[in-house]
């Protein structure tokens, strides 16, 4: 097996999953949106789906699987159809599974390595395989790091203090829009733009709008701080004014700690959520159940995210049945 064939073989994916206690219940969350499955006690999942490996904050890496057997001398059995063509790589044991010793990392790595045709290079190589050991069997793959885009993104121009964190804004534009190809968003309350920034740079066709001027042109700035073109993406408006169609919106609706939303208030911004899109997040630090339910609105999933003291409720909504 050839490098070619390394790249368009792999049938299933390994998704290594690691996040705060605090935003557990966020991750799981996402899984269910993106693959339809949680990981739930395991720290990795599997899924046919192959998602680029920086899409969740939570992913670690997208393991790429080549093959899987029973016990390590079968591996290495099937390792030694690997032929890299005089290129480079290194055998990387992912601690996602059953934990073993240093020792015992260090010895599979390289019985495997052993096996490959090619040249072990720890540095730089062309190739990293990761090693996985699960309950039942032994897995191998290409192994796709991800790149946290995200973290360059908490250094902004602009941010409230009770604004969203880069990994829940790129969480739950996940939940919003799992599948991106071809759908249009909106995020009607976009504050300082992090939802924006998060889904901008995922390539998800994503506008913005703000009642409130000074958080349009803060917005603003942020986005042009990273190279986004902000004109045609940001405007002021008000939500129960907003006219269009949207296949989903992220909605983080105003706090009392900043400004009083009146119940009658809250219950209108939700109606109108229902009016312009059928898939919506919803973000509160109140209770809105009984609000959903009067504004049309059915509860897909919930969970809760804290941040310190502070508490917000997600909800993913859809519209009608």
């Known amino acids: 097996m050839n490098l070619h064939n390394l790249n368009s073989s792999p049938i299933t994916y390994i998704y290594p999953f690691a996040s705060h206690e605090s935003e557990r219940e966020l991750c799981l969350m996402e899984q269910r949106a993106l693959f339809g499955q949680a990981s739930e006690g395991a720290a990795y999942l599997e899924s046919p789906l192959r998602l680029p490996p920086n899409r969740s904050p939570f992913v670690q890496l997208r393991l790429d699987v080549l093959f899987a057997a029973p016990t390590l001398a079968e591996l290495g059995e099937l390792a030694s159809l690997l032929d ?4 480079s790589f290194k055998i990387r044991y992912l601690k996602c599974g059953r ?6 990392e260090r010895e599979a790595e390289r019985r495997i390595g052993a096996r490959i045709r090619g040249i072990a290079e720890m540095r730089d190589p062309d190739v990293t395989f990761g090693l996985l050991a ?24 602009n941010n ?20 991106a190809e071809g759908k249009r968003a909106i995020d009607p309350c976009c ?7 998060e889904a901008l740079s995922m390539g998800i066709d994503i506008v913005g709008r703000d009642i409130n001027p000074v958080a349009v042109r803060g ?6 701080h990273f190279g986004y073109d902000d004109t045609e993406l940001l405007g002021i408006g008000d939500l129960n004014g907003l006219d269009g169609a949207y296949d989903a919106a992220i909605v983080d609706l105003p706090y009392n700690l900043c400004s009083v939303l009146l119940a009658e208030e809250r219950r209108r ?15 509160s630090t109140e209770p809105l159940e009984r609000d959903l339910a009067s504004a049309g609105l ?3 999933d919930h969970c809760t995210v804290a941040k310190g003291h502070f508490v917000r409720n997600v909800w993913l909504v859809s519209r009608g049945m």
């Not at 934990?99 to 015992?104: A, F, I, N, S, V």
């Not at 504050?191 to 920034?197: A, P």
């Open 269 to 283: 911004m939700l109606s109108s959520v229902g009016r312009i899109a059928p898939r919506a997040v919803i973000v």
């Open 99 to 104: 934990r073993l010793t240093y020792e015992g």
């Open 134 to 157: 699960r309950e039942e069997d032994w897995v191998l793959g290409i192994s796709r790091a991800a790149e946290p885009v995200w973290l360059a993104h908490k250094e902004k121009p």
């Open 219 to 224: 917005a603003r700035s942020n986005l042009r």
């Open 191 to 197: 504050g300082m733009g992090n939802v924006l920034i």
């Open 160 to 179: 409230y203090s009770t604004g969203l964190t880069t990994v829940v804004a790129r969480a739950l534009v996940n939940i919003a829009v799992p599948a």
């Open 84 to 87: 890299l063509e005089g290129r």
């Open 298 to 300: 059915n509860i897909k």
